[in-house]
Every structure is written in structure tokens, then in C-alpha cells.
């Protein structure tokens, strides 16, 4: 979501905000800013749009200097405006950048126009730079200031403070909302990603909940949420280049739907043999508690909660435990059942994300047997909660419309499966047959990819439609519910899913010759049943399109155009059949001309609820 990128250095900082706010556009934003220490002032500049309007801005009007704050915003208090874009500041004295949601801001908004404070914006931000500032007056120094009015903020947030008062310090705040500290050769930076600071330093510190972190150019200094002086781990981190580069691909979700063949490689590297697959790829205690697992709980957002919805039908077909999923905003507010011996995992590709990480620190509570985190990044701070822990490898993921994030997730629970299988009697020669399916999957995926072509061609006819309809029956419902998302995503297309024998049952009063739909047919026990379904909706005079395994007796006819897929075991059909989901949405969405890596109203990671 929003991306934070602050500095203390002695050469002019204003090029690292914006190169670091360059490489955070990713994450999703409405208005970009930055504010710099300049001969005893702050020098601010703020725009509503894009990094590339605050650079236009920044030519006309340079900021120079050694001390500086930079952000880009995505909207929850206030509409996008250069008002309500950040840095904020207050009496032209201190500036403030924030991430997350601080809950009490009313409140407190109340207090700072009681103290005389005239608020400019309508954001819940501005009420901590008027509370710091005002501290400041009181004779506090920076430090002291944010330390005694970070306990009267409720919610989540990341800050980073500075002052024309201490013009080489730099103050980061972190409760809920991650931040990192960068350090360099006699400079030190903060960020809300490490990313945001490639090429500038490899070494990180990630903050953990309720640390200040006090930077100047002599070190950095970090107090717990008691105040107490601590040392968190340096973490030494290099991203490559191209990792961040599009290459010759047009965007980075392409890019990213091309990488899956090799992302999946590289998740599944040392975590299996032939002949098994390894449960301490999950963690050193993970054997031991695996032994004693008799339900699952997985909690996830979006893209990772349909991943979920596959995990279920493999663990409960393959290995016969009970699985529940749910959505990790709901499951947050309901009072819960726990079964004993329940394994608690939660599925993210940031591991930031915001209902989910809370859903597990209340997991921690609530007497689980233990919690596993699933996970693209190592440093997250759903990985370093979780008791295990299993790392997905996907690489660094772009485009907000997850890809590879997904189908390496899903690559993570199907290894959980087999383990899980295993150690509850699955036969030898099954488990036999289902590693080898999973062995063989990267030169599926790389057949799989062929598909292009085809979809391209057809993307046209979808272009102009309003709506879609997508169809699956067991482990592909979730996977129609996948593509339902992904179109939606970023094509603007509004796309609903339903399990193909819940047609009759609502659905179908939508279907004529205007709908298109699109079922998921691989060749499992359920594809006679989808094959009647269908036949429903070619009798309502619907217009199907059905991705099918090749060799199925699914024919091409009026009305029925059938997009070919390698013939594939069907444990890993669900993962094979993603990626013309993925391509379909990506080709419909170029032909509209919409913002396909950063789709509008949306953020690459949800660290607020």
C-alpha cells in the first residue's frame, strides 16, 4: 500500500527518495511527496498522481538536502488531493509521513484544534505531525517528542519524522505497518520495503512492533515499545536488477506469468526427492508437529485465500484431514471453535498483510496446536510470528494482480499435502505418482504457457463485454474463482464464479447470447458432471469457452470454442490451469488500455484493514 522512503546522509538525499519511491510504485498510490531539511527549512512538494508528476515538479522546483522524508499515498482518510498528500507538516517546523490507519484520530483531531492547531487535510495523519510539533514547543527534542505521542496513537502505523530543529536526524515509528532501517557508508535511510533501497545499501534492520528507531549520521539507535535500548539483527539483502526491470516484457504481470515456470523450480528446489517430500521445509519442528495435526485452519486474503480453497480439497481427498478456510477480515471478529490438535496457517505474498498477520497474532492466543506462515519474504513479519514457516521463492512479484505469488502458494500446499498424507498412511506407489506429477509440473507450465497465442486472438471478443461468467467443479472452482479476479482485477470487467452445479440454483437466469462464459474442464472424476452443466448453459443459448485437457471429447462447435491444455494429473490441474486465467485477464486488459500493473483503487500490499 503506501510506500515510505526517509534518509539522513551528507550528500543531497532528494535523488534516493525518488528513486526509492520509484521502485515502491508497485505497491499502489493516489499522490506522491516529498519534504527535505534546506538551509534551516522544510522544503515540501506534493502532487495528486503519479512519482512522474512530483519529478516534473521537482525539475522546476529542486529540493536539496541531506535530511529528507518521501511518500506515496494511498487514499483511506480524504479523497486524493495534494491536501491529503503526504509529507504532512506543522508550523513549518516538523514533518511526518505515515502508513496505516491511526483509529483514534477524531479524537484526537479534537485535542489539536483545541491546542490552536488549524488541521489543512481531512487525514487522520496530520493529527500525529500537530501532536509532535507541539511537544517540540514544550522543549522536547525529536526523540522525546514522538516518544510521548506515540502511546496516545491507536491503530496501525509506520512513521518517519523529521525537524528543522535537528537537521540531521531522522525518527522511524513502527507498530503494525513494517519499516525498515537501510545502512550505508556514513548515511542511514528508512523504508516501508527494502526494495525501495536496492542498489543503495544491502545491509537491513527490520523494526519490529513498537520500536523507535533514532537515526542520525553518527548510527541508529533503536528503543522497544519499553524504551529500552535494543539491538535487532542486520540482515544482508541483494536484489538483482532485473528482478525490478521489466525486460523485454510490456509489463511486469507478463513478466511475472512467464516467471512461473522457473519460480516454481526454485520452490521446490531441496524440499523433495523422487521418492519424498521432506518435512523440515516447513521448519526444524515441523515433523514433530506434523505427527500430531487432526484439523487445519487456513485464514488468507484475496488471491491467497483461493489458494486456500485448493488446499482443502487436496488435504482433505489425499490426506484426510478436516481443513476449514476463511477470509482473514472475517475471521478476525467472530468468536471461534477451535478443535484440538488444529495446525493454524496463514497464506501471504508480503507477509504483511494487514487482517491476516492480525488473524495470526490472535491465533498465537487462542491455544492452536501451532501456526505456519506461507510466504514470499523471509523478513516478513508474518514469517518471524509463525512457529513454522515455509518460504514460496516466487522472487519479487511487481504487478498487483498476483501471478507466480499464487501458483507458488499453491506449490507450498500441495508439498503440505503429501507430508501430511504421509505420515497418515498414504500409499507408497500414491505418493510415488503424485511427486512425480509435481517433478514434471515447470515443463508443463513452460507447454502450458503455448496457450498465449490462442487467447490473444480470442481477447478481442471479450474486450467490450460487461460481464463473465466463470465455472469449475471441485479443486478448479477455486481456480474459476481465480480467473473471476483476475479479469475483474484489471480489466474493470465485472466477472462472477460459481461452482458449475450451483447454476441452476440463480445463475443461469443470467446467461444468454451476451454473457460469455468460461468453465475450467480438466480431465477428473467431476468432468462428466461440468460437461452437463455446460449443456445447460448452450441451452439457454450461452456463449461458452472451456479450457479442457487435450484429448477430451469436448468438440469445438456454434457456441462452444475450446481453448487446449497438456493432459496433466489432476493434483496439479488447478496449477496448470491458472495461467490461461491469468493470460486471458492480461490480454483482455491491454486491449482496453488500462493501468494493467497498477490497477486503479488497488494496492500490492493491504497493510491497513
Known sequence: MCGIVGGVAKRNITPVLLEGLRRLEYRGYDSAGIAVVENDHLHR?????????LASLLLHDPVVGTTGIAHTRWATHGKPSELNAHPHMSGNEVALVHNGIIENFIPLREKII????????????????????????????????????????????????????????????????????????????????AMALNGVVKQFIFLEDGDIADITLNGVTIYDANGHKVDRPVRTIELAAEAISRGHYRHFMLKEIYEQPQAISATLEGRLSSQQVYAEAF????????????????????????????????????????????????????????YPNTLFIVISQSGE??????????????????????????????????DLAFMTRAGVEVGVASTKAFTTQLIALLLLTIVLAH???????????????????????????????AITQFAPRLADKEHALFLGRGASYPIAMEGALKLKEISYIHAESYAAGELKHGPLALVDKNMPVFAIAPGDQLFEKLASNLHEVRARGGQLYVFAEEGSHLKAEEGIMVFHLPKVHPIIAPIVYTIPMQLLAYHVAVIKGTDVDQPRNLAKSVTVE
Not at 512538494?45 to 508528476?53: D, H
Not at 496501525?156 to 545502512?183: D, M, N, Q, S, W
Not at 505427527?291 to 480439497?313: D, K, P, W
Open 283 to 338: 521448519g526444524e519442528k515441523a515433523p514433530s508437529i506434523f505427527e500430531q495435526v487432526q484439523n487445519i485452519q487456513i485464514v488468507a486474503c484475496g488471491t491467497s485465500y483461493h489458494a486456500g480453497l485448493v488446499a482443502r480439497y487436496w488435504l482433505e481427498e489425499w490426506a484426510g484431514i478436516s481443513c476449514q478456510v476463511e477470509v482473514a477480515s472475517e475471521f478476525r471478529y467472530r468468536k471461534k471453535a477451535i
Open 353 to 386: 498483510t494487514a487482517d491476516t498477520l492480525a488473524a495470526l497474532t490472535q491465533a498465537k492466543q487462542l491455544g492452536y496446536l501451532a501456526t505456519l506462515a506461507i510466504c514470499n519474504v523471509a523478513e516478513s513479519t508474518m514469517v518471524r510470528t509463525a
Open 45 to 53: 512538494i506534493r502532487t495528486e498522481g503519479k512519482v512522474s508528476q
Open 114 to 193: 483545541a491546542l490552536g492547531y488549524k488541521p489543512q487535510s481531512e487525514t487522520d495523519s496530520e493529527t500525529a505531525v500537530h501532536l509532535i510539533h507541539q511537544q517540540l514547543s514544550q522543549g522536547c527534542d525529536l526523540l522525546a517528542a514522538v516518544t510521548e505521542v506515540v502511546p496516545q496513537l491507536s491503530g496501525a502505523y509506520a512513521l518517519a519524522i523529521i525537524t528543522v530543529h535537528e537537521p540531521h536526524r531522522l525518527i522511524g515509528v513502527r507498530y503494525g505497518c513494517p519499516l525498515v532501517v537501510g545502512l550505508g557508508e556514513n548515511e542511514y535511510f528508512l523504508a516501508s520495503d
Open 423 to 453: 505420515k497418515r498412511g498414504l500409499k507408497k506407489e500414491t505418493e510415488q505418482e503424485l511427486i512425480q506429477a509435481i517433478l514434471h509440473l515447470p515443463k508443463v507450465m513452460l507447454d502450458t504457457l503455448k496457450i498465449e497465442s
